[in-house]
């Protein structure tokens, strides 16, 4: 149907109509509300900012102001219409050898998935003479706050957004337009009462408020980051190669989802996930090249698109899981503990004082870098992997 021949619809009826749009294109939960500044939010963001706790986080932090008021996003903006999409999936058996875990939201990309029911809304808009436009992962809007506000959940302790009954395992996002609907009456009452069990699984204890993360201490961020992974949580980041799934598993919303999920059997197909686990030798052979590595994990937010990353974290969760009787494993940590680059040459020499080989930390007492020196020096320190020889 032309857009001059769409027949004029009642703003309920418009509103039923869309969500009805997104919901038959994958969406679990659609909301509008009205697009009005977060100003508490851009406060938060803003003093989060100057204590530093962004950790060097752009993202919504980037420009804390543009991220906070939606009607900016659109010429003459009324409505925010906001969708979350399911991400939660059963975990496939972990394989044999030294692998690592993917957090659920990345083991495929479902904003890809999000961003159809958000362009099937759209769409509806657009041929009843609106306009439209879609925002998801980027930094153009805060999503849990729209989806605070649309009633689509609660803002929890951990920051995440949860849904009534089926906690955070949910990726948002929005479409923006110039058509009036009706907006969610008030937001969803807080469900986490006196509860505190994110707070407490926290490896690193990142969570610091309610509501407030510590990026400094997050290790889905800190996988993210640039330079060195910190001395003080490498032992903490276990076998996560990218993000972290702590604080959604213990969460009592969406935990019994996550073990009757998990314990769906799960074909082995082209359906699998393909990223649930990640062979740690795989991303260590020199033979896989950069491009191969941002061809496979090129829609994970990996720093510059620089894929030594991802090599930097492969090091720290083989010293975590690594066996070195194994000697695929230790000829790939000797190898590593020579490689030109000073920043993965530490982080190898880190796994190894970790995984007790002590012989491949002492030959690089005299590299020529200060930053592997520093490594051999703190050697000694190194807590000592289970099994390590």
């Given amino acids: 149907m032309s857009r001059s021949a769409a027949p004029t619809l009642g703003a309920t009826e418009l509103r039923d109509r869309v969500a009805a749009a997104g919901r038959e ?13 977060f100003p508490e939010v851009r406060r938060s963001l ?7 706790q962004h950790g060097g986080m752009s993202f919504t932090f980037r420009n804390p102001r543009r991220s906070t008021e939606p009607e900016r996003l659109l010429r003459n903006a009324r409505t925010l219409v906001v969708g979350a999409k399911s991400y939660l999936e059963a975990r496939p058996e972990r394989p044999v050898g030294p692998v690592a875990s993917v957090a659920r939201y990345a083991w495929r990309d479902h904003y890809a998935e999000l961003r159809a029911g958000l362009d099937a809304m759209a769409a509806v ?55 009036t609907l009706p907006v969610a009456s008030e937001p969803v009452e807080d469900g986490c009462r006196s509860c505190t069990r994110c707070v407490d699984a926290c490896p690193t204890a990142a969570i610091t408020a309610d509501g407030v993360i510590d990026a400094r201490r997050c290790l889905a961020w800190l996988v993210q980051d640039v330079g060195v992974f910190p001395r003080e949580h490498r032992v903490a980041l276990g076998d996560r190669i990218y993000g972290c799934d702590d604080c959604q598993e213990v969460c009592p919303p969406g935990r019994r989802d996550v073990a009757a999920t998990d314990q769906t059997p799960v074909d082995v197909g082209p359906t699998t996930p393909p ?14 090249s950069d491009d191969e590595l941002l061809e496979r994990f090129g829609r ?12 930097r974290n492969a090091l720290v969760v083989l010293g975590n899981v690594g066996d070195a009787v194994d000697p695929a494993q230790r000829a790939a940590l000797a190898r590593w503990c020579r490689d030109g680059d000073e920043l993965l040459r530490a982080h190898a020499v880190w796994a190894a004082a970790r995984l007790g080989l002590d012989a491949l930390v002492d030959e690089r007492a005299d590299d020529p870098s200060p930053l592997v020196r520093a490594e051999v020096a703190m050697a000694p320190s190194v807590p000592r992997a289970p099994g390590a020889a």
Avoid: K, M
């Avoid at 949860?162 to 948002?172: D, E, K, Q, T, Y």
């Avoid at 994970?300 to 090599?311: E, G």
């Fill in 46 to 52: 803003e003093q989060r900012r100057t204590a530093g």
């Fill in 25 to 37: 294109h994958g969406l679990d939960e659609v909301g509008c509300t009205d697009v009005a500044s």
């Fill in 125 to 179: 808009l657009r041929d009843h003479g609106h306009r439209a436009a879609v925002f998801a992962d980027d930094n153009a809007l805060v999503d849990r706050a729209a989806a605070h506000r649309a009633g689509i959940g609660w803002w929890g302790r951990n920051s995440n957004l949860l849904v009534p009954g089926a906690g955070s395992w949910f990726v948002l996002g929005s479409v923006v337009t110039d058509a």
């Fill in 275 to 288: 990223d649930a686990w990640v062979s740690v030798l795989e991303l260590l052979d020199p033979a896989v």
């Fill in 300 to 311: 994970w937010y990996i720093p510059r698109r620089d894929p030594r990353h991802l090599r």
